[in-house]
């Protein structure tokens, strides 16, 4: 049961998608269709999805447009484009994250780029909005790789507990096309939404008091800090594109920079 949240307007709020979901032969050029409207990016890393060129290419198309960069963690699954789950003992998941993450790190580093966060992907998000223990792994491993990261995940008291209890940034995710319990919590068994007008109607309701429908029909009052923007719906593009008209994103760090006063 998530603790009392208040409404509240939100007035800024990143926007995030995913990019070098191509591995060999099998390519994913439409994603960068989204990358004009985001201020953050996912990259694979080679596990669920990401050749190291592809990886490469990514990198530098986000460096052009100068978005916040992140690792985008997965299963070792690239057949199932890591929506298959695997159960892997604490220490075999840590090996996971921290591998991928280190590997993107010295990617960027190679171009005068740092990453700022990690967000999970696949099977593996939805085992960490389920599973207490492994949302805190994950949290565990990203602070040993660097204690500044930031962990994207879903919205949910998991990822709140996670982030008081390891001491670690978090940035809660909402994604307009998902469906919600009342908890506030993604319904991961629902189909997706993919009507423009409804997304966007509901996009105005969590900028306004920080609720999104139910799948009861009533409201639930959730954290905001970012929206996931997925290729993977038909109307991702026109979704995005309205999203921006109705507000600026800024990244996470710094939108906490401008709450804090820094700038």
Request: aromatic share 8%.
């Amino acid at each position: 049961m998530q603790k009392t949240l208040e409404r509240r307007a939100i007035k800024n709020i990143d926007f995030n998608c995913d990019l070098a979901q191509s591995f060999g032969i099998y390519k994913n050029d439409s994603e960068y269709g989204l990358l004009d409207y985001v201020s953050s990016v996912n990259i694979a890393c080679g596990f669920h999805a990401g050749d190291p060129l592809a990886i490469k290419t990514a990198l530098l198309k986000a460096k052009e447009k100068n978005v916040v960069i992140g690792a985008h963690i997965g299963f070792d699954d690239i057949q199932g484009f890591g929506y298959r789950p695997m159960e892997l003992d604490e220490d075999e998941l840590e090996a996971l994250v921290m591998y991928q993450v280190g590997a993107i790190m010295t990617f960027a580093k190679a171009y005068n780029m740092e990453i700022e966060h990690v967000r999970p992907h696949g099977a593996l998000y939805r085992q960490a909005a389920e599973n207490l223990d492994v949302s805190r792994t994950i949290a565990k491993a990203v602070k040993k790789c660097s204690q500044w990261l930031v962990y994207y995940g879903a919205t949910g008291e998991n990822l709140a507990t996670v982030a008081e209890d390891e001491n670690i940034q978090v940035a809660h995710e909402v994604h307009l096309e998902k469906i919600y319990d009342e908890e506030g919590n993604i319904d991961f068994n629902a189909r997706d939404l993919e009507n423009t007008e409804i997304s966007i109607q509901r996009f105005k309701t969590l900028l306004q008091n920080s609720q999104v429908t139910n799948n009861t029909g009533g409201k639930t009052i959730v954290r905001a800090d970012s929206i996931h923007f997925s290729n993977k719906i038909s109307n991702a593009k026109e979704l995005i594109i309205k999203a921006r008209e109705i507000i600026e994103p800024l990244p996470y760090n710094y939108k906490n920079a401008l709450q804090s006063g820094w700038v």
